[in-house]
């Protein structure tokens, strides 16, 4: 399907308001793992404000990025492979910029958002700047503020995954807002923020290590690396049919029951589950069923561990680039449709306790020694947007009632709900034929 057309639309390059360093700065063995290569893509919707006055508005927004590339210069910058053939990735440094685009949409209002897209790429015209191929030479960075049809705005922001990671992402967001309010002013120019760190070598494999990588990490099982039999034609399957965008919110009410299920399901040991792993284990197992997948087939459920505090010594604060692993829970179809929520709930939290400091190094040397990389096959993806503060971006418009992805596809989203500090909002895009048993199972907290 075709999005609708934008009117007025004009892109500019924002370069640095001051002058930065020209170099060359090389990216970490996580940053340039081959499944980072794409862009982190936000989509934030505010509601109208009568009397804001659009010029100023968008005039401030250029202004505050010009000065927040500033010390996030690599952002102003574009990535490459380094020429060795090492598989690492480095930025050239050299002022470049990064892109703004103003646009309108006649067609689309603020109640659009409220609800799931129709289709996966229904909100592509709000980042209109897509970007097939990070390494192609192109702006890591691009923001487009467009402007709705009854007044309302959309920001889409897309940062390049290879230069930082959500947290990273998160705290250049909550700059370039300062500098685009007063706030900044009022807390003293930004020093509440911590200073930007580059510091990739932090997460390369040492020296010192390189001649023990090969036995560290195969002496740490990597089940998230490991690959796993296609029984059912998984792979086509969503590579051939229509996926469609769902999105249900669970409050804090249920998430209790959640809770409670997962605790009454258990064993005896296991005292206590977080929000994030009851959560993730009933999305988990809802969408295992709807797609009625043979009872032996291999699942994992991947998801996101930050690692800054984790490693030892600790990462600096102010670190943006990628500082995390992907946990990975496993089991069989059978035993996560039929030994109840808890069984799954454990499979998470332990998969959470694996991740220690050598566990850490182990993931590092395997990326850096064999470009490990982790499989699709029985794959859901599940990324914790909920926790980046993102639903605190406040660009002198309020902060925005609606956060989410700009293209709602087969990773899993957990997202903040807008004055519900304790509620989830998950989006995934589920096979066209899978669909309403998914919806079904989701909302019913009953199995």
Not at 16 to 33: I, K, Y
Not at 45 to 50: A, N, T
Not at 202 to 225: C, D, G, I, W
Not at 324 to 333: D, I
Request: hydrophobic residues 40%; contains cysteine.
């Amino acid at each position: 399907m075709a999005a609708s057309p934008l009117h007025g639309k004009e892109a500019t390059v924002i370069y640095p308001s001051e002058p930065t360093p020209s170099t060359v700065l090389s990216l970490s063995a996580l940053d340039s793992q081959l499944f980072l290569r794409f862009t982190i893509e936000y989509l934030l919707v505010y509601r109208p404000r009568p009397g804001l006055d659009s010029l100023a508005t968008v005039a401030r927004v250029k202004s505050a990025l010009a000065k927040a590339l500033v010390p996030y210069y690599p952002l102003a910058g574009r990535v490459r492979a380094k020429q060795e053939g090492s598989g690492l990735l480095e930025v050239v440094c050299l002022g470049q910029g990064a892109v703004f685009i103003e646009a309108v949409d006649r067609e689309s209002t603020i109640d659009d958002f409220e609800r799931a897209p129709r289709y996966v790429t229904q909100w592509r015209k709000l980042l209109s700047l897509y970007v097939a191929d990070v390494l192609k030479g192109v702006p890591p960075l691009v923001v487009q503020l467009t402007w709705l049809r009854d007044g309302a705005a959309a920001l889409g922001i897309g940062f390049n995954h290879c230069v930082c990671d959500g947290i990273g992402s998160a705290e250049f967001l909550n700059l370039f807002t300062e500098l685009s309010t007063s706030r900044h002013n009022e807390l003293g120019g930004g020093h509440s923020l911590p200073k930007p760190v580059w510091d990739r070598h932090l997460m390369n494999s040492s020296s010192s290590r390189q001649q023990h990588a090969h036995t560290r990490a195969s002496s740490v099982s990597h089940l998230e690396f490991n690959r796993v039999a296609d029984l059912c034609g998984f792979v086509s399957r969503f590579s051939n049919e229509r996926l469609v965008p769902t999105s249900i919110t669970f409050d804090k009410r249920r998430l209790n029951e959640l809770r409670k299920l997962a605790l009454s399901t258990s064993r005896p040991s296991e005292l206590a589950y977080t929000s994030f792993e009851v959560l993730s284990a009933h999305v988990w197992r809802s969408w295992a069923r709807s797609l009625n997948l043979p009872s032996n087939q291999i699942l994992k459920l991947l998801f996101s561990i930050n690692v800054r505090n984790r490693v030892k010594p600790s990462l600096p604060s102010g670190y943006y680039g990628n500082a995390f692993v992907l946990g990975c829970a496993q089991t069989r179809v059978k035993d996560l449709t039929e030994k109840g929520l808890g069984h799954a709930a454990m499979l998470v939290k332990k998969a959470k306790e694996r991740v220690d400091s050598e566990y850490v190094k182990s993931v590092i040397d395997s990326v850096s020694q064999t470009r490990a990389c982790p499989d699709s096959v029985g794959v859901l993806i599940v990324s914790q947007w909920s926790r980046l503060g993102l639903e605190r971006v406040d660009f002198g418009m309020g902060r925005p009632t609606q956060v989410g992805p700009i293209c709602c596809d087969r990773y899993c989203l957990f997202l903040p709900v807008f004055n519900q500090t304790d509620a989830v909002k998950v989006m995934v895009a589920v096979p066209t034929s899978a669909v309403d048993k998914y919806e079904h199972l989701a909302k019913c907290l009953c199995w």
